[in-house]
């Protein structure tokens, strides 16, 4: 099947809360091409070069996720430009977000990174940390971002119950901040969910998915 088929297939699949994120690292621009042709428009990088020279090539009604881990002294290169930032997993990181936003007169919106599976390869923030940024004066205090939602990966694994006990568990978390609303936190989407476990993460409560390899082919 094309890419434009596949996408077309997982679309007509989702419901429609949900958010579609073509994971489009290390694809040329034209496999891109041909799923914005095909009516995508959210498209997900995982290294902020590569993003920007896509955000470059590419026609400029695209929003560009930025889903993989973010090191601190890459985030001016995005900035200009970026939509979301999934990865977020420090109010240090948040602070440099919030410093290169300014400087580009935006608002830009980020997920915090929950800590939710059982390796210790992934990123993220265990319910504590995340408790202490959104209390800490200097998060009150910016003016250049927005958290509007929270992200987690499952553990890799093929035990769909442990998966879902993963997506459940981020889920109430998300559920437990629906009250706390001001002018730089409003948690609407919740990012989980990836090729081999969307359909899982979506019966959890999942509102954005990150799919690759079921719309672009393995890489």
């Known amino acids: 099947m094309s890419i434009a088929q596949n996408l077309l297939k997982i679309k007509s699949s ?3 809360t949900v958010t579609l994120v073509a994971v489009s690292k290390t694809k040329p621009v034209v496999d891109l091409m041909e799923a914005y042709d095909a009516g995508q428009r959210i498209f997900g990088e995982n290294k902020i070069q590569e993003m920007a020279e896509k ?3 590419m026609p400029k009604d695209i929003e560009w996720h930025m889903i993989g881990h973010v090191q601190t002294n890459k985030v001016k290169f995005m900035t200009p430009f ?3 930032i999934h990865g977020v997993d420090s109010l240090k990181l948040l602070e440099e977000i919030d410093k290169q936003a300014k400087k580009n ?3 830009i919106d980020c997920l915090l990174q929950i800590y939710i599976a059982e390796e210790e390869s992934k990123f993220g923030l265990d319910e504590e940390e995340l408790n202490e940024i959104l209390a800490s004066a200097t998060f009150q205090e910016m003016k250049n971002i927005r958290i509007v939602g929270l992200m987690g990966m499952a553990t890799f694994t093929d035990n769909q119950t442990q998966i879902k006990k993963e997506f459940t568990h981020l889920k109430s978390i998300f559920d437990s901040y629906q009250n ?3 002018e730089i936190c409003n948690l609407k989407s919740l990012s989980m969910g990836m090729s081999g476990d969307y359909q899982l993460a979506i019966e959890c409560g999942s509102t954005m998915v990150r799919i690759g390899s079921s719309i672009f082919g393995n890489r």
Do not use: D
């Open 14 to 16: 989702l419901p429609s």
């Open 105 to 107: 007169n935006r608002i």
């Open 82 to 84: 970026v939509s979301l």
């Open 55 to 57: 955000w470059e090539a």
């Open 180 to 182: 706390l609303k001001s």
